[in-house]
C-alpha cells in the first residue's frame, strides 16, 4: 500500500462502509466522511446530506478558508479521543480517529450541525459574515439555507460520535484486511513472493527463503516488496498470518495458544504482541467482541445494526 489515502479510498468503497453510511445518514440526517491525515479537500462536498449553508459557501474560491483552517486543527486535535469543534458560523464537526494498529491512519467525521438553535440576530451575522467571505448569493438565499441547518442537542450529538467510534474499530479491522490484499497492478515477482507466502504461512518464513524459491535476490526482493505493498516483507507476512488467526478465533473450541501455532507465530508471547499491535487489541478480547455479534446474518449487522441504534436516538431526541 503506498499511501493511507489509496487504502482510505479502498475502504470507502466497500460494502462494510457504504452499508454504514447509508444507515447513518438516513438515521441522523447527518454527513458522514473517512479522511486520510492529510487532505485539502473540504470533509463534505458532494456528500450525501451536505449541509445546505456549507454547499453554497463552497461554490465560492477561497471562501472556505476558515473551514479548511477548522478541518486543519480539528484533525491535529483528535490524536486520541473523538473530538468537536465549531466554525465561525457557529456549525459544528466532529472527528474520529481509525487506527491501523496503533498509528492513526484518517478520520471519520461527521457534523456541520447547531447544537442550539440559532436567534435571528445571530443568523443575520452569519449572512454577513458570509457576504465578507466574498459570497455571491443573497442575503434571503443565504439565511434560508442556514436556516435548514440541523439542531442537535449535546448529548444526542455525543451519543452520536459514541456510536461512530465503534464503527472506526471496524473500519480498523477492514482497513488491515485492505493493506493484506491490495495488489494494484504489482510485479510478478511479487505476486510470485506472495504466492509462496500464502502456501507456506503455518512455517518459519525468511525473506532469503522466499528469495531463492523464486529465483531473486534477497535484496532486490526487499526493495521491490516494500516498494509494491507500502510495508516490508515480515509485516506483511505477520499480517497474513493476523488475518488467518481473526478467522480461526472464531471457533471457541480452539484455544489462543493453538491459534498461534496455526498460523505460524513461533510463541504465544509474539503472538499476542503482534496482534494487539495490528488490531488494537488482544486476541482474547478480539474474540470477545465478535463472539457477541456471531448470529449476525449479513455485512448489514455492521452497518444497519448500529444504524438502527442511532435512529433510536434520532427519535428519542
Given amino acids: 500500500m503506498n499511501t493511507n489515502k489509496e487504502m482510505i479510498e479502498q475502504v470507502v468503497h466497500s460494502e462494510l462502509f457504504?452499508?454504514?453510511e447509508r444507515a447513518y445518514s438516513t438515521a441522523t440526517g447527518l454527513p458522514l466522511a473517512f479522511r486520510?491525515?492529510?487532505?485539502?479537500?473540504?470533509?463534505?462536498?458532494?456528500?450525501r446530506r451536505e449541509n445546505s449553508f456549507c454547499a453554497l459557501m463552497a461554490k465560492q474560491g477561497g471562501s472556505c478558508g476558515d473551514c479548511l483552517q477548522m478541518q486543519e486543527k480539528l484533525?491535529?486535535?483528535?490524536?486520541?479521543?473523538?473530538t468537536t469543534a465549531t466554525c465561525a458560523h457557529g456549525l459544528c464537526e466532529a472527528s474520529v480517529p481509525v487506527r491501523l494498529g496503533s498509528k492513526i491512519i484518517g478520520f471519520l467525521q461527521t457534523g456541520q450541525?447547531?447544537?442550539?438553535?440559532p436567534s435571528a440576530a445571530?443568523?443575520?451575522?452569519?449572512?454577513k459574515h458570509a457576504q465578507s467571505l466574498g459570497s455571491k448569493e443573497k442575503p434571503e438565499t443565504l439565511r434560508t439555507a442556514y436556516l435548514k441547518t440541523p439542531v442537535v442537542s449535546r448529548d444526542k450529538f455525543q451519543s452520536t460520535?459514541?456510536?461512530?467510534a465503534s464503527f472506526g474499530d471496524l473500519i480498523s479491522l477492514k482497513s488491515n484486511q485492505v493493506a493484506v490484499t491490495q495488489s494494484n497492478t504489482e510485479p510478478l515477482i511479487v505476486t510470485k513472493a506472495k504466492k509462496v507466502i500464502e502456501d507456506?504461512?503455518?512455517?518459519?518464513l525468511s525473506l532469503t527463503q522466499v528469495a531463492q524459491e523464486i529465483h531473486v535476490s534477497t535484496f532486490y526482493l526487499c526493495k521491490l516488496f516494500r516498494k509494491s505493498t507500502g510495508i516490508t516483507f515480515t509485516e506483511f507476512v505477520s499480517r497474513m498470518r493476523v488475518e488467518k488467526a481473526k478467522s480461526l478465533l472464531l471457533n471457541p473450541h480452539l484455544?489462543?495458544?493453538e491459534v498461534a501455532y496455526e498460523v505460524g507465530f513461533q510463541s504465544l508471547t509474539h503472538f499476542n504482541r503482534i496482534f494487539k499491535k495490528m488490531i488494537g487489541e488482544s486476541p482474547t478480547s478480539f474474540r470477545s467482541q465478535i463472539a457477541g455479534h456471531r448470529h449476525a446474518p449479513t455485512s448489514l449487522r455492521n452497518g444497519l445494526q448500529i444504524g438502527t441504534r442511532l435512529h433510536v436516538l434520532a427519535q428519542a431526541a
Fill in 122 to 127: 445571530q443568523v443575520g451575522k452569519v449572512v
Fill in 18 to 20: 457504504q452499508d454504514y
Fill in 161 to 164: 460520535l459514541k456510536l461512530l
Fill in 200 to 204: 507456506r504461512l503455518t512455517e518459519e
Fill in 75 to 82: 484533525h491535529r486535535d483528535t490524536a486520541e479521543r473523538s
Fill in 113 to 117: 450541525v447547531l447544537l442550539e438553535k
Fill in 255 to 257: 484455544r489462543v495458544s
Fill in 36 to 47: 486520510p491525515l492529510v487532505t485539502l479537500d473540504l470533509p463534505f462536498q458532494g456528500k
